[in-house]
């Protein structure tokens, strides 16, 4: 099994899904790879351009080495990582895209969530790369779209599989928190902390000074970790979670492969959902597979 993580920043990975793919590590049998697509340089206030970008692609190493997952950041078909802060889409994200999917084969892909609603709040790289997942899912699987920005994938015609393609919180979108899967992460919070602070000159300096984030710079990272927690709890309210313990939601697209329920609760270590949204969940995913024969 492979699972693929696509998000726009460093440390996008640790707040939505580092906990779930720490649990997927643990159940073993799962090849874990995150890609980030922007080169995080526009991200700070003291630190030059330059400076901030080679801190941040650091800091998410060191998260990788904690975690045990190989991290890419994106390239475009020119070998540079898209700039952070982009009002438009890169003319090549859609290709670079296409490219690192169909070379890493995931069965799972995890992605940022795309608003529907003017009212939700937004990040820009956030809803680009959102956008660019539902994009490219169909073309996953096409393989001559993209052969004038990668000619050395001519002759490669075998057929690709397309993802379950889930998309994971944002703490932007405000309006229009929702979930179809909530899986519980406290037997690894204490790894998912240990990969955040890897990430100093976000905790530390930029998210605190942003001021939005309601985050204080942590001294060390015990104080972190109640900070961390709290965080949690602030999401779990927003959800309507009646829960204490750190949780992460996803919903299920319909962008890529239809799963079933059953395929996902094999698959997804610590799901806990009520009976409910199963039925809910269950419902909507019979209605998609239908919609496609």
Known sequence: MKWMFVHAHYDDFEFTAGGTFELRRRAGGAERLVVICTDGASGHHFRSREETASVRLAEQQTSAQIGGYRFEPLRLPDGRIPREARWEQEPDLLPALWKAIRDFEPDYLFCPPLPGSALAG?????????????????????????????????????????????????????????????????????????????HQSQIREWLPWVGRHRIEPAAT???????????????????????ERPTEPFVVTAWGEIPSLEQLRRDIPGLTLDLNRQARLADKLARWSEDRM
């Open 221 to 243: 990272l015990d104080e972190w970790k109640v900070q961390l927690r709290e965080r949690y709890r602030f999401r779990n309210r927003k959800l309507g979670l009646d829960t």
């Open 122 to 198: 937004i990040h820009v790289d956030h809803v680009t790369i959102a956008e660019a997942v539902r994009r490219v899912a169909y073309l996953i699987n096409v393989p001559h779209v993209y052969l004038p920005e990668y000619p050395e994938c001519a002759g490669d015609e075998r057929p690709r599989k397309t993802p379950v393609i889930l998309q994971v919180a944002d703490s932007y979108v405000e309006e229009e928190q929702e979930y179809d899967l909530l899986v519980d992460v406290e037997p690894v919070f204490d790894a998912v902390a240990r990969m955040s602070w890897s």
